[in-house]
């Protein structure tokens, strides 16, 4: 495995550091961040259905733990109580697309019109620029065109290490087993808002992983300097500043 060489360009309004790979590299989504902290994301993907957040929202409470939203901009407007209700929380919500369409099929203006009209959705809620811009591809669906794009636009790129499966609905164990037997320091989980049985299936992976490992927001898992992202991998790592293995040193 090899990882793509990086040098950081700097977004002014938000001083995050969106990095950029020697052509030739295969641009990459970041899937999972090398940590030895026991830090670990929850992911919420949504573009359809919401009578289940609530209660999502009751739970993460009751657990005293940050969950980062990925919504589709047709879901906020549809939902504009549930999104008062999650900022109010304290959670994150990023870009999901608008529409949720498959983009590897479409082209570079279409792209930027899904991201920036979620993105004007999202900032009516949460304070323009007041966290890192990351979006999620509807299907985890991507081609360089569209991460080219969106890091344009000042966006990471952001997929997921685990993935819950409840889209496929293979029943409550299933769930539970896999993501115990897979999760590890820095994984990014992924559950989607309306899926079968989610609060019932939340409810125990939550208590179980929290003897171990620790739930932070994505911005708070995700590093912002000084990284490389393995291009066949999707790891995030950081960069050594040095010989001597020291991290932590920022570039401009």
């Known amino acids: 495995m090899f990882s793509a060489a990086v040098s950081p360009t700097v977004s002014a309004a938000e001083n995050i550091y969106y990095l950029s790979e020697y052509s030739g590299s295969r641009l990459t989504p970041i899937y999972k961040v090398e940590r030895h902290d026991k830090k670990i994301s929850l992911t919420i993907d949504g573009a359809w259905g919401s009578n289940k957040t609530e209660a999502l929202l009751k739970l993460f409470k009751a657990e005293s733990i940050p969950v980062s939203f990925f919504f589709a901009g047709i879901w906020l407007e549809n939902n504009p109580n549930l999104v008062n209700k999650i900022i109010e929380a ?3 919500i990023y870009n999901h697309s608008y529409s949720h369409p498959h983009f590897n099929y479409l082209n570079q203006k279409e792209i930027e019109k899904e991201l920036l009209k979620t993105e004007e959705i999202i900032n009516k809620y949460q304070k323009k ?10 299907y985890g669906e991507y081609n360089e ?19 819950s499966h409840d889209w496929m609905d293979p029943g409550k164990e299933y769930i539970i087993n896999r993501i115990n037997k897979n999760i590890s320091s820095g994984d990014i989980i992924l559950f989607h808002n ?3 049985n989610i609060v019932e299936i939340l409810s125990e992976i939550i208590p179980m992983l929290k003897k171990e490992y620790q739930f932070v927001k994505i ?14 991998t999707g790891l995030q790592s950081k960069i050594k500043d040095d010989d001597n293995g020291n991290y932590g040193r920022k570039t401009k």
């Open 90 to 92: 304290g959670h994150q």
């Open 129 to 138: 620029n007041a966290n890192p811009k990351f979006f999620r591809p509807p």
């Open 145 to 163: 065109l569209v991460i080219k794009t969106a890091r344009e636009l000042n966006y990471q790129v952001v997929q997921w290490s685990l993935d």
């Open 194 to 196: 309306n899926s079968n």
């Open 219 to 232: 911005k708070d898992l995700i590093y912002n300097n000084n990284y490389q992202i393995n291009s066949l």
